[in-house]
């Protein structure tokens, strides 16, 4: 399990605590949930992606009562979903300026590996699902996304947790010029991570509905 869990550590490295960056302007950019270098990750492909999700956890819990813990336990699915789908491209982007690569074979070889692991191509697609919200049809794609990190990682002599291959995602993260529609928070270049965004106008307004004392 140990080794599971290491090769999906960037499904895991949403950072809460990073500082802020302010969004640049998503109304130039309608029906767009981030844009990326320039190009539209759309509300209608991030929706189809959490859709994904919620059809394959649907499939695999049949009981009702078990479906709604499920859903409860993966209430923030779509900024999660989010984040990975932008993280994708950063890392992707860091791979390529590095001249790193990952082959079909590599993935499939990966694949194989964890099967066996786990116990089955059946019992991986589950264990994704249900602890990184990764819908079957999108492993093999989440499985190229952690090789690169690892093959990156080994290309700069470090390991994927360290602060130097978090540098490097963070180069390509203001190369790529991540703009998150606000509804879904902003993205921390530092930290090549999604996080939310804060609401002042809410305090506000919770503070003037406070009924004063003599």
Not at 88 to 114: F, P, Y
Request: proline residues 4%; glycine residues 6%; charged residues 25%.
């Amino acid at each position: 399990m140990h080794r599971r869990r290491r090769t999906a550590l960037l499904l895991s490295a949403v950072i809460a605590a990073a500082p802020l960056l302010s969004a640049c302007g998503n109304d130039a950019h309608p029906g767009a949930a981030a844009v990326v270098d320039g190009r539209r990750i759309t509300v209608a492909q991030l929706e189809t992606r959490v859709k994904e999700v919620r059809e394959a956890q649907r499939a695999a819990v049949p009981d009702e009562s078990q479906y709604a813990q499920a859903i409860a336990q993966t209430g923030t699915l779509t900024r999660d979903t989010l984040h990975s789908m932008v993280l994708d491209q950063v890392l992707h982007r860091a791979a390529q300026d590095a001249g790193v690569t990952v082959s079909r074979k590599e993935t499939q070889t990966m694949r194989a590996g964890l099967e066996q692991q786990t116990g089955g191509a059946k019992a991986l697609e589950t264990a994704w699902l249900q602890e990184y919200g990764i819908a079957p049809e999108r492993l093999d794609d989440n499985l190229r996304l952690q090789l690169e990190a690892q093959k990156l990682a080994a290309k700069i002599g470090t390991e994927t947790g360290d602060p130097a291959f978090w540098s490097v995602l963070s180069k390509a993260s203001k190369e790529l010029n991540v703009d998150l529609n606000p509804r879904y928070g902003s993205w921390d270049v530092q930290k090549s991570s999604r996080v939310d965004a804060k609401t002042p106008w809410l305090r506000e307004v919770t503070a003037t509905a406070t009924p004063q004392t003599a």
